[in-house]
T-cell receptor, first 113, second 113 residues
Framework: SAVISQKPSRDICQRGTSLTIQCQVDSQVTMMFWYRQQPGQSLTLIATANQGSEATYESGFVIDKFPISRPNLTFSTLTVSNMSPEDSSIYLC??????????FGPGTRLTVL | GENVEQHPSTLSVQEGDSAVIKCTYSDSASNYFPWYKQELGKGPQLIIDIRSNVGEKKDQRIAVTLNKTAKHFSLHITETQPEDSAVYFCAASKGTSYDKVIFGPGTSLSVIP
């Protein structure tokens, strides 16, 4: 398995500002993923982050709104830019480890006022 | 692309009874089916998974069955306990570390003491 930590665990932000979420893994992993989970909903993949290359975004998500960094094999950041109340969600990072199993971090709970 | 459906959306059972959650998927190329448990305020936790080369897998009180012909799979929890109360998500993917995992909408399970 993999142990994943995220910072911050929660935040309350003003509209128009940006928040950067950090994801740290306890082992080197090739694939890292960022998900959004809106209140009471399932998980929606935002993008896949590979070390040393541009992130790959899913339909409906763009780099200008959700820029991602992946500087090494244990760390990634997701920025939520120019936030609006509709961005209020839980943001989760996940990694593939073990026998191609996907593990999730504890999530960052974002509220935009 | 892959689409995963999940039923029921909510489920209440008496402590000690069994709970069954059913999922269907659309992409016949999917061959990896994980189940996640998400407790309030936490990230999803992988509880069991099954690959297409087996029809059933069991881990203590939890079992998963897979019918590839019908493209459906199920989670069975026996002897339910209050701590089993959570939201459960089924998911499907093509099974490599590079493949997206598509999640079902979730089932909120309540175990009544």
């Amino acid at each position: 398995s993999a142990v994943i930590s995220q910072k911050p665990s929660r935040d309350i932000c003003q509209r128009g500002t940006s928040l950067t979420i950090q994801c740290q893994v306890d082992s080197q992993v090739t694939m890292m993923f960022w998900y959004r989970q809106q209140p009471g909903q399932s998980l929606t993949l935002i993008a896949t982050a590979n070390q040393g290359s541009e992130a790959t975004y899913e339909s409906g998500f763009v780099i200008d709104k959700f820029p991602i960094s992946r500087p090494n094999l244990t760390f990634s950041t997701l920025t939520v830019s120019n936030m609006s109340p509709e961005d209020s969600s839980i943001y989760l990072c996940s990694v593939v480890a073990g026998y191609n199993e996907q593990f999730f971090g504890p999530g960052t709970r974002l509220t935009v006022l | 692309g892959e689409n995963v459906e999940q039923h029921p959306s909510t489920l209440s059972v008496q402590e000690g009874d069994s709970a069954v959650i059913k999922c269907t998927y659309s992409d016949s190329a999917s061959n990896y089916f994980p189940w996640y448990k998400q407790e309030l305020g936490k990230g999803p936790q992988l509880i069991i998974d099954i690959r297409s080369n087996v029809g059933e897998k069991k881990d203590q009180r939890i079992a998963v069955t897979l019918n590839k012909t019908a493209k459906h799979f199920s989670l069975h929890i026996t002897e339910t306990q209050p701590e089993d109360s959570a939201v459960y998500f089924c998911a499907a993917s093509k099974g490599t570390s590079y493949d997206k995992v598509i999640f079902g909408p979730g089932t909120s399970l309540s175990v009544i003491p």
